[in-house]
C-alpha cells in the first residue's frame, strides 16, 4: 500500500509539471501534422535516424526509435523527402488540410555499397544532433566485424568504440570511461540485464537473430534513465513481421540459431521467437586428458509479441530467457600452476517488459511499461566430505510511464516516473549431504527506488540547440532487516559492534536521494560542423563487489543503505565534430572529465562472498577519470571503415582516517581498468554486393596488476609480501581479426537466403596475457607464469539461412 501511495504521489507530481507548461491565454496557430511510421519494405522493421526534408520550405525532421515522426506545418501541400544511408530516397506529396496518418516503406538499395560500418544514424547526424557521447550500431553492420568462433557478438562489437575497453579476453562485462562494469546500465528492451555474458564472458547474452539496433550512451545520458554511474546500453529487440510468416537461423561452432517470425494476425498481432543453444561438451572429449572434464553450454530464448489494433494503440511484450553450466575439470590447468577445482558455475537470467504505447494525439504520446528482471546464480563443489552450493540472486520489479510532449517544432518535452522494487539475496550456502561444511544464510536487502523526470529539447535556432534535463531519484530501504551500530572513533569492524536494531517488513529504515541535472548545448559553427558539450550527474544505488578484476557470475550485489553510500558520478563533455560535404568522412574529437564520490573499492584482504555485513569489507573514497576519445570514419567506397584512438585515465583514492580501511596508504592508484592507450582499426572491402571483407587491428596497454614487492620464507614454506596496489601492469595487448562473408547476390531474386562467414580470430596467434601470477616454490626456475586465454589463432566457419 505505501509503494502504491508513492507512485501516485509522483504521478501526480508529474501531471502538475506538465500542467505547468500550459501557456495561458495564448491563440494557436494553425497547423496540422503527418504523422506515422517509416518502415523497411521488405521485413517491415521500423527504420531509425530516416532524414526527412520538406522541399521548398527547408524543414528538417528525423525519425525516432520505432521509426515513429510528427511532421507539423500550416495547412497547405507539400514535398517530404525520406533517406537514409543504404535505402532508397523516397518522395510522399501531401495536401495538409487535417491530420494526416502515413506509413512509408524504404527500399534496401542492394546496389549501394555505400555503408555505414559503425553507425546507422542518418549521415550527418552526428554533427546535427544534440547528444554528446552517443553512439549507434545497427546488427547490419555488426556482421561486418570480424567474430570470435563464428559467433556476432553484441559486447564484443562495442569494444571497437572509442570510450569502450574490458580487463580482458574472456572477462564478463565491459567498462566506459573509467568506470566498472556494474556502473553500466544494460536494456534489453528496457528490462534490465544484470549479466550480459555467456560461457564466462566469451559472448555476450544477446541473439543476433533478433537485435535490431544499439545505442551507447557514455557521455550523453537522458534524464530518463539512473540507476549506474558510468554509462547505458540500450539493446534493441526487431519489430516481428506483420504481412507474411518467415524462419531465420545458423549453424556454427560455438552455437546454433534458429527463429521464426511472423502475423497471428495479419497487420495487427505478430510474434517472434528466436532460440540459440551451445552445447560444446563433445568439443571437450577431443582435447587433452587434462581438459576433458570440462563443460561450458548455454541456452536463450528471445520472445516478442506485438498487437497493434489500430494507429493510437500498440502493445508489446518481450520475454528473455537464458542459463549457462560452465565446469573446470580437476586439476585442469595444473600444467600452468593454476590450483583449479571442479567447481561448476550456474547461472540464469528472466526477463519480461510489457509495453503500451498510446498515441494520445500529434502532440502528445505516452508509453507505459510493467518490467520484471530476475538473476541467479550458483556455484558447486562435488566433493563428498566439502560439497556445497553457494546461491545468489537479484530481483528487479519496476513501473515507469514516460510522457512526450511536442507542442511545436522547437521544443519536445518528456516527463515521467519509474519505481522498482529490489530484493537481493547476497549468498546462501547450502552443505551438501555428506558434507562437512556449515549452512550460511545472509539476510536478504530490500528497497524501493523511486525517479521522476522533465526534460526538454530546446532548438533556439537553426544553430544552436539545448537539450536540458533534470531528474530526481531516491532509495529507501525496507526491513526485515537487522542494523548495526558500530562503535565511535574507529573503523567498521565485526569487533566493533555496539548494538543492533531490528526492523520489520515493510519498515522504512533509512533513505537517501538527490537531483540529477543533465546539460547538453550544440552549436553548428558551419556546414558539417559542430561544438558540442555536455554535463551530466548519474547516481547508482546498486553495486557489484568483488575483489577480483574480472566479476564472476557469482559476485556479490549490494544496495546502498546506512554504511554503503550511493555512488556519484559528475561528468563535463567537450566534443567537436566535422563531416565532409558528401558525409564520405567523418571526424569527430571528444574530451571528458569525471568525478566519482563514494567510490567503492574492497579492502586489503577482504572476504566479500559470506561476509554478515558487507560494509566490514569494503571501502569508499574518490575517484577521478580523465581523456580523449577521436574517431575518423570512411563511409563511402569500396573500402570502409574507421580509426578510434582513446586515451583515458582512470585513479582512485581511499584515503580513511583509519589504516585498516585505506588502499595503497591512502594514495591515489590506479583502477583495474585504467588502460590508457586503446587504438582500433576496422577495414571493410566490398567490391560487389555479394562478397565482403573485413580486417580489424587492436591494440590496449595492459593493465594494472599487483606484484609481490617481497618474499619471505616462515617455516619452510615462502609468503609473498604486497605494498602498493596495483603499480605494475601486463604486457601491452594487439590483434588482428580476419573474415570474408559470402552472401547471394541480392539482384537475385529468392525466397530463400545464405549465406556462409569464414573468420579468424588472432590472425597471427599473439599470446596475449590476461594475468600474471605467481608460483612461489625453491623448487621452481622462476616465479612469474603468464595465463593467455586466446593464445592461438582460431579459424571458424558459420552457415546462416534465411526463407
Known amino acids: 500500500m505505501q509503494f502504491l501511495r508513492l507512485l501516485c504521489l509522483m504521478v501526480c507530481l508529474s501531471s502538475g509539471a506538465m500542467a505547468q507548461q500550459q501557456p495561458a491565454q495564448t491563440v494557436p496557430k494553425l497547423t496540422y501534422s503527418a504523422t506515422g511510421y517509416v518502415r523497411d519494405a521488405k521485413t517491415g522493421k521500423p527504420i531509425q535516424g530516416v532524414n526527412i526534408v520538406v522541399l521548398d520550405v527547408s524543414k528538417g525532421y528525423v525519425t525516432a526509435k520505432d521509426g515513429f515522426y510528427i511532421v507539423t506545418l500550416p495547412p497547405g501541400k507539400y514535398v517530404l523527402k525520406f533517406t537514409h544511408v543504404g535505402y532508397r530516397p523516397v518522395l510522399d506529396t501531401i495536401s495538409l488540410q487535417k491530420l494526416l496518418l502515413r506509413e512509408i516503406k524504404m527500399q534496401d538499395d542492394a546496389k549501394d555499397l555505400e555503408e555505414v560500418i559503425v553507425t546507422s544514424e542518418a549521415p550527418d547526424r552526428n554533427v546535427r544532433k544534440v547528444e554528446i557521447g552517443v553512439s549507434q550500431l545497427t546488427i547490419r553492420s555488426i556482421r561486418r566485424i570480424p567474430p570470435l568462433l563464428g559467433e556476432v557478438d553484441v559486447i564484443r562489437s562495442l569494444l571497437l568504440l572509442p570510450g569502450v575497453t574490458t580487463v580482458g579476453e574472456g572477462a564478463p562485462g565491459f567498462n566506459v570511461r573509467g568506470g566498472s562494469a556494474d556502473q553500466n546500465l544494460i536494456l534489453f528492451d528496457e528490462a534490465p540485464v544484470f549479466n550480459s555474458s555467456h560461457l564466462m564472458g566469451f559472448f555476450s547474452v544477446f541473439n543476433p537473430d533478433v537485435v535490431r539496433d544499439v545505442t551507447l550512451n557514455r557521455g550523453g545520458v537522458a534524464a530518463a534513465y539512473g540507476g549506474r554511474a558510468s554509462s547505458v546500453l540500450d539493446v534493441r529487440i526487431k519489430e516481428p513481421d506483420a504481412e507474411k510468416w518467415g524462419v531465420n537461423g545458423g549453424i556454427g561452432v560455438i552455437s546454433s540459431r534458429l527463429g521464426i517470425e511472423g502475423p497471428l494476425i495479419k497487420n495487427k498481432l505478430s510474434f ?394 591512502g594514495q591515489a592508484y590506479p583502477a583495474n581498468y585504467d588502460k590508457p592507450h586503446t587504438l582500433n582499426i576496422l577495414a571493410t572491402h566490398r567490391p560487389n554486393a555479394w562478397f565482403s571483407l573485413s580486417l580489424n587491428f587492436t591494440y590496449s596497454t595492459g593493465r594494472p596488476i599487483t606484484q609481490p614487492y617481497a618474499r619471505a620464507t616462515i617455516n619452510g614454506v615462502y609468503v609473498p609480501i604486497y605494498i602498493d596496489r596495483n603499480q605494475q601492469r601486463i604486457p601491452d595487448y594487439h590483434r588482428l581479426d580476419f573474415s570474408m562473408l559470402f552472401e547471394q547476390n541480392p539482384l537475385k531474386k529468392k525466397r530463400n537466403q545464405s549465406s556462409w562467414v569464414f573468420a579468424i580470430y588472432n590472425v597471427y596467434a599473439h599470446k596475449n596475457a590476461y594475468s600474471i601470477f605467481y608460483r612461489l616454490d625453491n623448487r621452481a626456475d622462476k616465479d612469474a607464469y603468464k595465463l593467455s586465454i586466446f593464445g592461438t589463432a582460431f579459424p571458424s566457419l558459420t552457415y546462416n539461412f534465411k526463407f
Do not use: C
Open 272 to 665: 517472434l521467437a528466436a532460440a540459440r543453444v551451445s552445447f560444446n561438451d563433445f568439443l571437450f572429449k577431443l582435447a587433452p586428458p587434462n581438459l576433458r572434464g570440462t563443460r561450458a553450454n548455454f541456452y536463450d530464448l528471445t520472445t516478442k509479441l506485438k498487437y497493434q489494433p489500430n494507429e493510437k494503440h500498440t502493445f508489446t511484450f518481450t520475454g528473455y530467457l537464458s542459463s549457462d553450466v560452465f565446469k573446470l575439470a580437476s586439476d585442469s590447468l595444473s600444467n600452468q600452476e593454476i590450483n583449479a577445482s571442479s567447481t561448476q558455475f550456474n547461472y540464469q537470467t528472466l526477463n519480461g517488459s510489457l509495453r503500451w504505447n498510446y498515441l494520445i494525439n500529434k502532440q502528445l504520446n505516452l508509453a507505459t511499461y510493467a518490467i520484471l528482471s530476475r538473476y541467479r546464480a550458483d556455484l558447486s563443489a562435488p566433493d563428498s566430505a566439502n560439497a556445497f552450493q553457494l546461491e545468489s540472486g537479484v530481483w528487479h520489479r519496476q513501473l515507469k510511464s514516460d510522457l512526450t510532449y511536442t507542442p511545436n517544432e522547437t521544443h519536445q518535452w518528456q516527463v515521467g516516473v519509474s519505481a522498482i522494487d529490489y530484493q537481493i539475496q547476497p549468498n546462501t550456502r547450502i552443505p551438501g549431504p555428506y558434507s562437512n561444511v556449515l549452512p550460511i544464510d545472509l539476510a536478504r536487502e530490500h528497497a524501493l527506488e523511486l525517479g521522476i523526470y522533465l526534460q526538454d529539447e530546446w532548438k533556439l535556432n537553426p544553430n544552436v540547440s539545448v537539450l536540458a534535463g533534470l531528474r530526481y531519484s531516491a532509495l529507501l530501504n525496507q526491513g526485515p532487516a537487522q542494523v548495526r551500530t558500530y562503535q565511535e572513533g574507529g573503523p567498521l569492524q565485526d569487533e566493533s559492534v555496539a548494538s543492533t536494531q531490528t526492523y520489520g517488513a515493510g519498515k522504512i529504515y533509512h533513505s537517501t536521494g538527490g537531483l540529477e541535472p543533465r546539460l547538453a548545448v550544440r552549436w553548428s559553427v558551419g556546414e558539417g560542423k559542430s561544438i558540442k558539450a555536455g554535463y551530466s550527474r548519474l547516481r547508482q544505488y546498486i553495486h557489484q563487489v568483488t575483489n577480483t578484476t574480472a566479476a564472476l557470475p557469482t559476485s556479490r550485489w549490494h544496495l546502498s543503505d546506512t554504511y554503503t553510500k550511493p555512488q556519484i558520478a559528475d561528468q563535463w563533455s567537450l566534443g567537436y565534430f566535422r563531416n565532409t560535404t558528401d558525409n564520405a568522412i567523418e571526424a569527430s574529437g571528444e574530451v571528458y572529465y569525471k568525478t566519482l564520490t563514494n567510490a567503492i573499492d574492497y579492502r586489503d584482504g577482504a572476504e566479500l562472498q559470506l561476509a554478515q555485513a558487507v560494509e566490514t569489507q569494503i571501502v569508499q573514497g574518490s575517484g577521478q577519470a580523465y581523456g580523449f576519445e577521436g574517431l575518423l570514419r570512411k563511409n563511402k567506397g569500396h573500402w570502409i571503415g574507421f580509426v578510434s584512438y582513446t586515451y583515458a585515465r582512470t585513479f582512485l583514492t581511499m584515503n580513511s582516517p583509519y589504516i585498516d580501511e585505506r588502499v595503497n596508504n
